[in-house]
C-alpha cells in the first residue's frame, strides 16, 4: 500500500484528490516549493486534477512560496526543453515479476557534456513523483510509456528508483532483455529550473541543485563505458524474496 505522506506529517498542496488518496507536492521545503511549481505545471500532472483542484493546489503553492521567499510568476516562464543524461544503473526486479529497481541517478558523479562537466547535487529531484517509465526518450506525448515510478527515494548518494513495468509489448521486451543479460543502463529526462543550476566561474562545470525529473528511460548504453549490466542471477532457498537481475560490474 502506498504511502499517504510521502514526506511525512508536513503541508501538501494536494491533500489526496486522486483516487490513490496519497497527498503531493510537500511544501515545507524552499526546494520541494521549487519542484511543486514545477510539476503541477506539467499538462501530464495537471491532467489529473478538476480546475477547481488544480486552482486550490497552485494557491497553497504560492503561498508556500511567499513564506520562503520565492518570485513565482503567473505566466509560468519556465524553461520546458526535456535534457536527457544516461547512467550505468543497478536494476533489480522484485519477486512480482514486473517492478525495476535501480538507481536513477548517482549525485556528485561528474559526466561530461559536451564542452562542460556536469554532475547533480543530493536532492536535486526533491519532490518528484508518479514519474513515468519509457523504453526510449519520447520524442512526442504521442509516444506511451512502459511504466511508472511506485517509489522514489534518495539514500544521500543516489536517486533509487521502484518502477512498475506494464503488460505491454514494449514491457515485456523491456524485461525480456534484462533476463537475456542485454547491456542496459537508465537515462533521466529532466527539465532544468530557474535558479537550479551552479556555474563556476568559467562555465566548464556545472552542478544541478534543483531540477524538474521529467521521464526516465531504459537505453541500450549508459553513460559509462566501463560499466554495465551483467546478467541474471537466481535466488537460492531461503534468500531474499527479491530477483537480482542485473548488478553493475566494472570491465
Known amino acids: 500500500m502506498a504511502n499517504k505522506e510521502p514526506y511525512g506529517d508536513v503541508a501538501y498542496a494536494d491533500p489526496g484528490y486522486r ?10 521545503t524552499e526546494e520541494r516549493v521549487r519542484a511543486a511549481w514545477a510539476y503541477i505545471n506539467m499538462p501530464k500532472n495537471a491532467k489529473f486534477y478538476t480546475a477547481a483542484q488544480l486552482a486550490r493546489i497552485k494557491a497553497r503553492i504560492k503561498a508556500a512560496a511567499k513564506r520562503f521567499g520565492i518570485k513565482i510568476s503567473d505566466d509560468r516562464s519556465l524553461p520546458m526543453t526535456v535534457l536527457t543524461r544516461a547512467y550505468a544503473s543497478d536494476l533489480e526486479v522484485r519477486d512480482d515479476g ?11 558523479v561528474e559526466v561530461t557534456i559536451g564542452h562542460y562537466r556536469e554532475s547533480f547535487a543530493t536532492g536535486a529531484f526533491a519532490g518528484a513523483a508518479d514519474v513515468v517509465l519509457t523504453a526510449t526518450h519520447p520524442h512526442s506525448d504521442a509516444e506511451l510509456p512502459i511504466g511508472v515510478s511506485v517509489e522514489l527515494r534518495d539514500d544521500g548518494a543516489r536517486l533509487h528508483g521502484d518502477f512498475h513495468v506494464s503488460e505491454t509489448d514494449l514491457g515485456n521486451q523491456v524485461l525480456t532483455l534484462v533476463r537475456d543479460r542485454v547491456p542496459l543502463g537508465l537515462s533521466v529526462g529532466f527539465i532544468e529550473l530557474p535558479g537550479g543550476d551552479r556555474w563556476n566561474r568559467e562555465r566548464t562545470r556545472v552542478v ?13 548504453a549508459p553513460a559509462y563505458p566501463q560499466a554495465r549490466i551483467a546478467g541474471l542471477r537466481g535466488v537460492a ?15
Open 98 to 108: 514486473r517492478t525495476l529497481y535501480g538507481t536513477v541517478v548517482p549525485y556528485g
Open 237 to 251: 532457498p531461503g534468500a531474499a524474496p527479491l530477483l537480482r537481475l542485473a548488478q553493475l560490474r566494472s570491465l
Open 208 to 220: 544541478r541543485t534543483r531540477a524538474a525529473l521529467d521521464h526516465v528511460a531504459v537505453v541500450r
Open 19 to 28: 483516487a490513490d488518496k496519497v497527498k503531493r507536492y510537500a511544501l515545507n
